[in-house]
């Protein structure tokens, strides 16, 4: 069936806030590792949804798809990212204290996403403690989804150092 049918019946079965946050935050999400037997948080490349094709009812999305690619809707939303980094950071808590480490945030987040600025920062401090910390606010972040590394959007990419 046309993928823009998919679409109109997922966004008409959302909450009604929802709804409003898929106008602005609708994303398409595809699954890094296709062989993996059940698919979780985290398994998905999250992509641009930038169109709807007139007349055929395909979509326009910011990645190379092929029939057979596992997909799925995803909202784009303060909580779920900062849920998502957490559990993140969480991991790596584990490990220790980094001697250091480089943070690359998307201008899309900060104070646009999080209504504060500071907000990835703050929660790497947070879980991490204080260490020595760099970087800056770019337009597409490197990071893994699975085994393989990506250019993300919307993101945070964070590399970490371990003292020797």
């Not at 009604?16 to 590792?33: E, I, K, M, W, Y």
């Not at 169109?51 to 057979?68: E, K, N, Q, W």
């Not at 201008?107 to 760099?134: K, Q, T, Y």
Request: hydrophobic fraction near 40%.
């Amino acid at each position: 069936r046309p993928a823009a049918d998919a679409l109109r019946e997922t966004v008409e079965s959302l909450s009604p806030a929802d709804r409003r946050l898929a106008r602005t935050s609708l994303h398409l999400g595809r699954v890094a590792n296709e062989a993996s037997p059940e698919f979780h948080r985290g398994d998905f490349l999250i992509r641009n949804l930038m169109g709807i094709v007139p007349g055929d009812g395909s979509l326009v999305v910011g990645d190379h798809l092929r029939v057979g690619h596992t997909v799925q809707f995803q909202l784009r939303d303060a909580a779920t990212a900062t849920e998502d980094l957490a559990e993140l950071l969480d991991r790596e808590a584990k490990a220790g204290r980094p001697a250091g480490g480089l943070l690359f945030s998307c201008g899309g987040r900060g104070s646009h996403l999080f209504g504060e600025p500071d907000h990835d920062l703050h929660l790497v401090r947070e879980r991490l403690g204080a260490f020595p910390l760099a970087g800056f606010f770019c337009n597409g972040e490197i990071g893994p989804v699975g085994p393989r590394n990506f250019l993300h959007g919307f993101t945070s990419s964070l590399a970490l150092f371990a003292a020797v």
